[in-house]
């Protein structure tokens, strides 16, 4: 399912910072009171009334600013509009209205989309509410009271912006065909990939980092099978953005692998596994998607007969969080190891959806439990009582032990191995739930 996006823009210094922070639950920007703090937009999911959806946290927008930060920083802060579903305005009670908010309004109301005005720093509702009201004067709508900082008056804001969503749009479609995200850094091939699987030049390729904008959808017909795949804009290290549009290709690709089931990782052969690489893997991991790591420009590489193993432990190593991703040698240019992909795709796509029968899950629960006794401390051993699996997509399991402190997170992974020797799960990540039930409890 793919999830809303909201981004929360206003001018710097207004809070907008640290109600990110309240919504995300942890302090992810860096809250100062010097204007233009926040230079790169950051996203967290959130979720309000069990509604998930995206936040965005922008620079602040300074109409007429002629320096170069801000106006960057502007700049970005009209990408996070354009591709938000609903726009969160924040403006300051203690400073009022000033003209550069009235000028970001009408940039507002330029985009036509849902906009929600939030007055922050309303700490005390009683005596502030006539300076709330003189922000109907934006003709933008009702001006919701609120603290970031005291954390008040969020849960109203909050009901405003969820309704605003339109359900029908992020609900998972009636699509039985298999959706695949192509995600990787600018000018790894990833338009070069689906063209050559097209056999026509579908998609624009260029050597110019950032031609693909959007994530474009495109169906394509393999030995009758179709797919749906999922192009995304590329990502690109911090230092090298040249193009402010580059900053925001983060919350597309977030937005694609939400809609996918299967996530192929396009790594350049040239250039090696970089952090960027690891940082997009990592969304795709964090959502529980299928994955796939493919090294595209494979025929561009000088190899002897160790190649393929230094670069697959390069991999293994810098993403040694999801050693269950299956790893592809590719080449785009040349059509090399594509049929393989396809195999591949249907095989994690297996994975992600294969379900095992609560019966053998305890008799590996009980060999696991037999060759490694859990943990104890302070005299109390681990129980693990029962293991059921819930769900896919990504396969989750339920553990109910005695005291979910003593589940320690290298039993679950020593569990979680002993399910893979028997059963694989190859490209799928498996998630554990640990629940509590008491001796007296069982029935």
Sequence with gaps: MSRPIVAIVGRPNVGKSTLFNVLAGQNISIVKDTPGVTRDRIYADVEWLNTPF??????????????????????????????????????????????????????????????????????????????????????????????????LGIGDMLDEVISHFKKDEFLEEEDERPRV???????????????????????????????????????????????????????????????????????????????????????????????????????AHDRGKGIVIAVNKWDAVEKDDKTIYKYTDKIRQ????MPYAEILFISAETGQRLPRLFETIDMVMANQTMRVSTGVLNEIMAEAVALQQPPSDKGKRLKLYYITQVSVKPPTFVVFVNDRQLMHFSYTRYLENKIRDTFGFKGTSLKFIIRERKDQDRS
Excluded: H
Excluded at 100 to 116: I, Q
Excluded at 318 to 321: A, F, R, T
């Design 318 to 321: 810098v993403l040694s969080y």
């Design 181 to 283: 995200a192509i995600v990787g850094k600018p000018n790894v091939g990833k338009s070069s990939l689906i063209n050559k699987l097209l056999g026509e030049r579908r998609l624009i390729v260029s050597e110019i980092a950032g031609t693909t904008r959007d994530a474009v959808d495109t169906a394509v017909n393999w030995e009758g099978k179709e797919y749906i795949f999922i192009d995304t804009a590329g990502l690109r290290r911090k230092s090298r953005i040249k193009e402010e549009l580059e900053r925001y290709s983060i919350i597309r690709t977030v937005s694609a692998v939400d809609r996918a089931d299967v996530v192929v990782i396009l790594i350049d052969a040239l250039e090696g596994v970089t952090e960027q690489d690891a940082k997009i893997a990592g969304i």
């Design 54 to 151: 995206t936040i965005i946290d922008t620079g602040g927008i300074e109409p007429e600013s002629k320096d170069i930060i801000l106006s960057q920083m502007r700049e970005q802060a009209q990408i996070a509009i354009e591709t938000a579903d609903v726009i969160l305005f924040m403006v300051d009670c203690r400073q009022g209205l000033v003209d550069s908010d009235a000028k970001v309004a009408d940039m507002l109301r330029r985009s036509r989309k849902p906009v929600v005005l939030a007055v922050n720093k309303t700490d005390d509702f009683q005596k502030s509410m006539a300076d709330v009201y003189e922000f109907y004067n934006l003709g933008i709508g009702e001006p919701f009271a609120i603290s970031a900082s005291n954390k």
